[in-house]
Antibody, heavy 126, light 106 residues
Framework: QVQLVESGGGVVQSGGSLRLSCATS????????IHWVRQTPGRGLEWVAF????????YYADSVRGRFIVSRDSSKKTVYLQMNNLRPEDRAVYYC???????????????????WGQGTLVTVSS | SYELTQPPSVSVSPGQTATITCSGD??????TYWYQQRPGQSPLLIIY???KRPSGIPERFSASNSGNTTTLTISGTQAVDEADYYC?????????FGGGTKLTVL
């Protein structure tokens, strides 16, 4: 079955960096884009970033653009989220999620997040 | 930025119908999605493209989208349906989520 497994979360100081990984299995990796979505008790669910199925295009939320970089490695079927210059407000559980429809366009008005990984917690200390 | 508004909580008795609303400007002109999140778990897609149910999602889950409101309906609510529910839509450049509704089955 389709699985996404996040790793790489942890505690980092404000201004520091962290790289999250999203290892995938159970589907044709090269056909699907992958999203990152984060969740906090205060701000709820927030979309963070998206990388298209072929890696050619990447999109970011305004809150992370210029600090976060999404990439993918087809040989490892893994997507990464490099997070730089982390701020206390970046503290969240980070989920990766596969796009529901293959090779989706941007913006993906008819596309959705399915399934989600189990999440990894990122804590930024000030 | 585009905002989606949900009631923070909804209560329902077992076997009754639960209704959860999500409002946004001209939401009926967008595709909407619903996710269920049980305690300690990641979100699960339960409705896509306004009214469609993924395979494996029980028929008691249904939805509609018109005007400024999308509505999730759970018929014959069961204790296992107690969870947080989030609506979602896309604006021009970003996914937007509602703040979530905690469904209590009591």
């Amino acid at each position: 079955q389709v699985q996404l497994v996040e790793s790489g979360g942890g505690v980092v100081q404000s201004g520091g960096s962290l790289r999250l990984s999203c290892a995938t299995s159970g589907f044709t990796f090269s056909n699907y884009g992958i999203h990152w979505v984060r969740q906090t008790p205060g701000r709820g669910l927030e979309w963070v970033a998206f990388i298209q199925y072929n890696g050619n295009n990447k999109y970011y939320a305004d809150s992370v653009r210029g600090r976060f970089i999404v990439s993918r490695d087809s040989s490892k079927k893994t997507v990464y989220l490099q997070m730089n210059n982390l701020r206390p407000e970046d503290r969240a559980v980070y989920y990766c999620a596969k796009e529901g429809l293959a090779s989706g366009n941007w913006p993906p008005r008819n596309n959705y997040f399915d399934p989600w990984g189990q999440g990894t917690l990122v804590t930024v200390s000030s | 930025s585009y905002e989606l508004t949900q009631p923070p909580s909804v209560s329902v008795s077992p076997g009754q119908t639960a209704t959860i609303t999500c409002s946004g400007d001209r939401l009926g002109n967008k595709y909407t999605y619903w996710y269920q999140q049980r305690p300690g778990q990641s979100p699960l897609l339960i409705i896509y493209q306004d009214i469609k149910r993924p395979s494996g999602i029980p028929e008691r889950f249904s939805a509609s989208n018109s005007g400024n409101t999308t509505t999730l309906t759970i018929s014959g609510t069961q204790a296992v349906d107690e969870a947080d529910y989030y609506c979602q839509a896309w604006d021009s450049t970003s996914a937007r989520f509602g703040g979530g509704t905690k469904l209590t089955v009591l």
